[in-house]
Nanobody
């Protein structure tokens, strides 16, 4: 069984930087893709949404980013220590969310294992 634990969430000001970490235990981390998702606060009349922020291959090549964070966020991984990272620069209030890491994809392309999440709040 894989366990994921995120850390690094905090209350920061717009323009600040923050680094999130995702520690993995169980199945070999180096064999599976990893991703960061976020769930933003619900807007009036709308449900909270979860969106893919960034994804990285097992080797660390070919990172993929959402348009909302491209150029500001960097995903990386340390396979030797089974830790994934999300470096977030030039933070904006709209980056406020709970951030989750996820690993291992099933045959439908869905991530199987999820952490509990870490809260990031960006004040204006």
């Amino acid at each position: 069984q894989v366990q994921l634990s995120e850390s690094g969430g905090a209350l920061v000001q717009a323009g600040d930087s923050l680094r999130l970490a995702c520690a993995s235990s169980g199945r070999p981390f180096s064999l599976v893709p990893m991703a960061w998702f976020r769930r933003t606060p619900p807007r009036p009349g709308m449900l909270s949404e979860r969106e893919l922020v960034a994804r990285i291959s097992p080797s660390g090549d070919d990172p993929i980013y959402s348009d909302a964070v491209k150029g500001r966020f960097t995903i990386s991984r340390d396979n030797a220590n089974s830790v994934g990272y999300l470096e977030m620069d030039s933070l904006k209030p709209e980056d406020t969310a709970i951030y989750y890491c996820a690993t291992t994809m099933n045959s439908r392309g869905e991530f199987v294992y999820w952490g509990q999440g870490t809260q990031v709040v960006v004040s204006s």
